[in-house]
Each structure stands twice: as structure tokens, then as C-alpha cells.
């Protein structure tokens, strides 16, 4: 039963091994969340894990299905990806993005954490005097430990206070010092779903060609922001890129969620025509391949998986010219988590809790995937122990690199109005026991809510 106690949250704590819960990683938190499960024996709400609440797209399935029956799984997959897929991934760019990115520099990964930990890796190599990453936070942890991971330098700031135009500033006064290689972010972020407005990305894009720094954009929630329709192909508008402002830049682009396939692990990188054509002095000694995309797929990518099953790359392939020739919105197959993230905040702001990050420029963030969370008088990391003790998981904005205190939550496992009510009725329990001046409970129908 919730609340445990806390000497049950602190055995449980032992019992899987977590030295800080504010910066667990996401799969320890999940850990720690079972573990409490079986002590209150009673389910969990879980809100930590970002796994697709959606069923996979059939049009992916199916094209796996037909690809493994032609008798494709005694084959090894060309490394710099089957030209189905490569041509597909231009197309969709082009027909979403309104970037033009040849077939030759799309290439699939086992997914977009293989992408991003390869790319680092190289991106680190190509100048001895560039040597560092910059990740603007608050971010998906693993990216900064997949650096930490392979000894790369970085640095980091809280985006919080450096919104719009005062974005440049900072931006400027740490690419000055030339040492960056790259700039790493989310697009709509994870956890804080803001969405960098144009005049942030164009000052990104015009920094990153002044002090040569290479712009790594993950777009794994491409389409998301439903503030702005992006589902119709090759007709504006287009989705938001740091591509349009810039010819230094590489894209990562899963098909996780937009198409709910995280299961089969499949993603692409791909790169602008000139970085990926780039000669570095360093690419031709090391991997004995001057320029930069080459050195990428045959050098770094071969080593480290030998490529991406076959069969995954012709499903995304089928699901990407689904979309470019109109047989599949994808952005309508996700618009269920704006609606669910537009029943859910009301839960916690009727109980006292606030938005962290809660605007892009003038506008409200949308309402999509994550969004973060904050409680009077209770620092990241009680907040989220006194969540967890009352049966609602999360994890700590710490481990994103934010300087905020609360929480990131994720909608996507909230999938039913029954989980619904029980989320409900656990903040409503947490407000009661942690009371704040002046916060009114409401009442909120269940029939409100769409799960």
C-alpha cells in the first residue's frame, strides 16, 4: 500500500543499488520502481520510462515480415544501409523538412543512441584543437554518459535562462573559446518538450558556421509539436531545423516514435553533403579515408555493429515512403500523447504542482510527450523520492543536466482511464500530506480525460 515508509524506500534504494536517485539512470529508476512495486504490492504509475504507448505502425511491420521471408536473414546488411532505405530517408527529409540531403549521406544506426555514441566518437577525432562537446540542457541522459563513456570532453549550460535572444550570447561566449566540435540537443527537447523557436536556431546555425562547430539535432519526436501541422508532405509548413541556417549540421532521425518502433532499434544519421565530404587531415592517417562520412560508415559505424538488421531498415523504409507519398500521417498516429499530456498537467497543477519549463518565447509549450514538474518547498530529489513512496515513478531533471529542481514525466504509459484515476488520486494524496498554501483541489471528471 502508498505511501511506503521511508525505511522501505531506502531498502528498496539498496536493495538495487542507486547511490543518487537524482541522477539514476532512467533503466535504474525502473528498477527501483519494480522493486517498490513489490514491497506496496500494488502497481506503479509509471512515468519514467519513455516507451511507446502506441501500437507499431503495420505498414513497418509488414515490410519486415515480407523482407525476412525473401530470405534476407542470411545476409549481412550493406553497412552504409540498403539504398531503399537511404533514398527514402532523402525523400522524407525533403517532403517534411524542406532540406535536400542526398541518398548518399542518410545512414541507418541501430537506432539513435548507436547515431549519437558514433558520431561523438568521430566528431571528437576530426580536429585535435576541437576537442569538446556542448550540450545545451536540459537533455536525454544517455548522450552526456555516452561521452563521459568514451573520454570526450564536454560542457553544458541550462537553456532556462537563455531563451531568444540571450541564447547568443551565451552560445557565443563559449564557442569563442574554440574548442567545440559539436552542439548537441533535442528537437522538441526531452524531458522539457519546449521547442527551439527560428530566431534560436538561427542563432545557432549562424554561430555553429562562424566558430565551425557541427550541430548534432535529434529529431526523434519529429512532428510532435502540434502546435504546428507538419503532416502533409511538400507542403509548408515544414518542420523547424537548424538545417535551414546552416550547412553544419547532422540530423538524427528514429523511427522510435513517431512510427512507435523502438523495438527494432532503427534510426538514421544523417548529414549535410558538406560535412559529410569534408576531408580531415586526421580521417586520412587514422582510418585511412579523408573525408568525413566515409570515415563515419566504414570506419566508426563497421566497428561497432556492422550494421543494421536488414530487415528493420526495409520496415522503416516502407513507413518513411508511406509518408512522403501520403499513405501514413505519422504525426496523427502521435497526436494521442498531446492529448493525454493536456488531461494529465491539469492533475498535477490542481494539486500544487507547477510547469518547470513552461514557455517557448511567448507561447505555452506544447502539450506532447514529456513535461516537467516542480513542487513548492521540495528540492529534484525529494520530490521525486516522495513521489516514488507514494506510487508514482519518475526521474530527477538533474540527470538531464537542468539546474531546476522537479521532475520529468512522460505521458506515454498513461494509456487508460483507470491509470488516469489512480495518478489522480495519488498526487491528491501527495498534496494532502506535503500541504501549500493557497493551492485549491479540484475536481477534475474523468470523462475530461483523454487516454
Known amino acids: 500500500m502508498y505511501p511506503i515508509t521511508d525505511s522501505m524506500f531506502r531498502q528498496a534504494v539498496e536493495n538495487v543499488g542507486i547511490i543518487d536517485i537524482e541522477t539514476a539512470t532512467i533503466r535504474q529508476i525502473c528498477s527501483l520502481a519494480a522493486e517498490v512495486e513489490s514491497m506496496a504490492d500494488e502497481k506503479m504509475v509509471h512515468l519514467e520510462i519513455g516507451n511507446p504507448g502506441l501500437p507499431a505502425e503495420t505498414i513497418g511491420v509488414e515490410a519486415e515480415i515480407a523482407a525476412l521471408s525473401s530470405g534476407i536473414a542470411n545476409k549481412y546488411p550493406p553497412i552504409q544501409g540498403i539504398p531503399e532505405l537511404k533514398k ?204 568525413f562520412g566515409d570515415s563515419y560508415v566504414y570506419g566508426v559505424l563497421y566497428c561497432s555493429s556492422s550494421g543494421t538488421a536488414h530487415s528493420a531498415q526495409f520496415g522503416l523504409a516502407a513507413m518513411l515512403n508511406a509518408a512522403v507519398e501520403g499513405r501514413l500521417d505519422f504525426v496523427d498516429h502521435c497526436r494521442d500523447y498531446g492529448r493525454r499530456a493536456a488531461a494529465i498537467k491539469p492533475l498535477f497543477e490542481q494539486n500544487g504542482f507547477h510547469i518547470v519549463y513552461d514557455m517557448d518565447g511567448d507561447q505555452p509549450i506544447a502539450d506532447g510527450f514529456f513535461f516537467t514538474i516542480g513542487y513548492p518547498g521540495l528540492g529534484g530529489e525529494e520530490l521525486q523520492q516522495e513521489l516514488i513512496r507514494y506510487g508514482v515513478s519518475s526521474i530527477g531533471l538533474k540527470s538531464t543536466g537542468s539546474e531546476q529542481p522537479g521532475i520529468r514525466a512522460c505521458v506515454s504509459m498513461i494509456s487508460d482511464e483507470d491509470t488516469f484515476r489512480l495518478l489522480g488520486q495519488r498526487l491528491h494524496s501527495f498534496q494532502q500530506d506535503h500541504p501549500v498554501a493557497d493551492v485549491r483541489v479540484k475536481e477534475m471528471p474523468v470523462e475530461e480525460a483523454v487516454c
Not at 539513435?112 to 550540450?135: A, H, N, P, V, W
Not at 551565451?170 to 524531458?191: F, M, Q, R
Not at 512510427?259 to 560535412?275: D, E, K, P, T
Request: net charge neutral.
Open 88 to 291: 527514402a530517408g532523402s525523400a522524407f527529409l525533403k517532403a517534411f523538412l524542406d532540406v535536400d540531403i542526398p541518398a548518399r549521406c542518410v545512414i541507418p544506426t541501430v537506432g539513435s543512441m548507436q547515431g549519437c555514441f558514433t558520431i561523438q566518437l568521430l566528431l571528437s577525432q576530426r580536429l585535435k584543437e576541437k576537442d569538446t562537446i556542448l550540450f545545451i540542457n536540459p537533455g536525454f541522459p544517455a548522450n552526456r554518459n555516452q561521452a563521459k563513456l568514451l573520454g570526450i570532453k564536454d560542457e553544458a549550460f541550462d537553456i532556462y535562462r537563455y531563451r531568444g535572444a540571450k541564447l547568443e550570447e551565451k552560445l557565443e561566449s563559449i564557442l569563442s573559446k574554440g574548442n567545440i566540435t559539436a552542439l548537441l540537443y533535442s528537437n522538441p527537447n526531452n524531458p522539457a518538450w519546449t521547442n527551439l523557436t527560428e530566431e534560436e536556431l538561427e542563432i545557432i546555425g549562424r554561430l555553429a558556421t562562424k566558430y565551425d562547430c557541427i550541430v548534432l539535432e535529434d529529431l526523434a519526436y519529429f512532428g510532435m509539436d502540434f502546435r504546428k501541422d507538419v503532416s502533409h508532405p511538400g507542403v509548408p509548413p515544414f518542420g523547424s531545423t537548424v538545417a535551414k541556417y546552416t550547412d553544419n549540421y547532422i540530423l538524427l532521425l528514429s523511427g522510435s516514435k513517431i512510427f512507435s518502433y523502438a523495438g527494432q532499434r532503427i534510426a538514421l544519421v544523417c548529414m549535410s553533403q558538406a560535412v559529410y565530404d569534408r576531408k580531415y587531415e586526421f580521417c586520412e592517417k587514422f582510418y585511412e579515408m579523408p573525408r
